[in-house]
């Protein structure tokens, strides 16, 4: 996985940055999460940033968030795929725009492809350039989400819309190295504009369980209703048929047969109720606590009660973020068997086989139960976290990409490709 093997970038000039966020900016999520730590971590280092984000969200302390116009028929917009983005990202269009005509900054720095795609607009009129954080390929997110089909008549103009993005930003940064091979394999991209910025963790606040006040775990365990002798699977991130929501479900069922004293901790949204009637139609309601929408500065407690953490996301395009904080609070990770997946884990996780109930149940049981195979995985995975994904790193990796585009250093147009070493140790 990714290690930075460059010499650290001279950090004298102070950027302003224009952060396009088209999403519900803050939600306690996936995409939210970097886009939050990226923007902590500039500002860490002597950088100005600006969010300009939908109109919803949450507003985070010591953040410039600057927000759209409201739809009125469209008030509670979160998560997914939706006709109704058409109009935020319009709204956030005309925000971005006014926002660069009131303010001077350096750099456009925009997330998903509608951002991109705002940002690379507007950077025609403004001459700002455009650094692309690609955080997975649109269609595939859309079919992903049951949002567009392949044989449908707007799938391959969205296609082509999607590959113009990724070939006019000046630079892509993606999460993991597999999304570097999809730009550069499948969309034929340049690959010296393709950065692999993987996602990070604060392993100061992800920690593991033995270092929380005891009283204050066992106090959210009875609230909860976890008893103090049960094992905990742990699950945090959005609950969708693409993150295997309905997998965990299963093979949960399939566990409980096995070892009755086990628990689901199920911390996400949306569609709450919906898995709620599945985990009754499973008939293990008994064993599987919704918490609904965790804040992300309580996530860290939330986690150590657990023992395992699950990650049986299908997506072959997205990044696993969560995967990154289960790593960080020390505890073994089961996940699907994807180039992602394996990225960040290494060879310490445990890896069912994608799809696969019985696999998943089977890999789950390993990290609850296993002295050999599971548990002695967890304190590997947080010290692979402390060596390979901290943001401190992440950020100067970012400002030296600004150096360069801004011709802050000395280099031709096709170095702002830099080496990052992969290990698996």
Request: proline fraction near 5%; charged fraction near 20%.
């Amino acid at each position: 996985m990714p290690q930075y093997t460059d010499n650290q970038p001279n950090l004298a000039r102070r950027y302003r940055v224009l952060m396009i966020a088209p999403t519900s900016f803050f939600a306690d999520y996936g995409c939210h999460v970097r886009i939050l730590e990226e923007a902590r971590i500039l500002q860490k280092l002597g950088h100005a940033v600006t969010i300009v984000t939908y109109r919803n969200g949450k507003d985070v302390p010591g953040l410039d968030i600057q927000r759209t116009l409201p739809i009125p028929w469209r008030s509670h917009y979160e998560v997914g795929s939706s006709r109704h983005k058409i109009v935020f990202d319009g709204l956030l269009g005309l925000k971005t725009l006014q926002l660069l005509l009131r303010r001077q900054y350096d750099v456009i720095h925009a997330h998903l492809h509608e951002g991109a795609l705002i940002g690379l607009l507007l950077s025609r009129v403004f001459g700002i350039p455009v650094v692309f954080d690609f955080q997975g390929s649109l269609t595939e997110e859309m079919i992903d989400h049951k949002f567009l089909r392949r044989d449908s008549a707007v799938y391959k103009p969205l296609r082509k819309l999607e590959t113009w993005i990724d070939h006019t930003s000046s630079v892509v940064f993606t999460s993991s190295a597999h999304a570097e091979q999809i730009l550069v394999d499948e969309f034929k991209c340049e690959p010296s504009r393709v950065c692999v910025l993987p996602d990070c963790v604060n392993t100061d606040t992800f920690k593991p369980a033995a270092t929380f006040d005891v009283a204050e775990l066992n106090a959210l365990r009875q609230q909860l209703g976890i008893p103090s002798d049960a094992k905990v699977i742990v699950y945090l991130g959005l609950l969708a048929e693409y993150q295997g929501t309905t997998l965990l479900l299963e093979a949960t069922k399939r566990i409980l047969a096995q070892h009755s004293n086990v628990y689901l901790l199920l911390m996400g949204f949306p569609g709450v109720a919906l898995y709620q009637q599945k985990a009754r139609d499973l008939g293990i309601e008994h064993a599987v606590i919704f918490t609904g929408r965790v804040p992300y500065v309580d996530a860290p407690k939330y986690l150590a009660l657990g023992h395992v953490g699950a990650a049986p996301k299908l997506s072959l395009t997205e990044g696993a973020g969560k995967l990154l904080n289960y790593m960080a609070m020390a505890l073994p990770t089961v996940a699907f068997d994807t180039a992602v997946a394996r990225e960040y884990l290494g060879p310490h996780g445990l890896f069912a086989k994608r799809g696969d109930v019985e696999s998943l149940a089977a890999k789950l049981i390993t990290g609850l139960f296993s002295e050999e195979k599971g548990q002695p995985l967890g304190p590997r995975l947080r010290q692979r976290a402390i060596q390979q994904f901290e943001w401190q790193k992440a950020g100067q990796y970012i400002v030296e990409t600004y150096q360069q585009l801004t011709g802050q250093t000395n280099v031709g147009a096709k170095a702002v490709k830099r080496t990052w070493a992969t290990t698996q140790e």
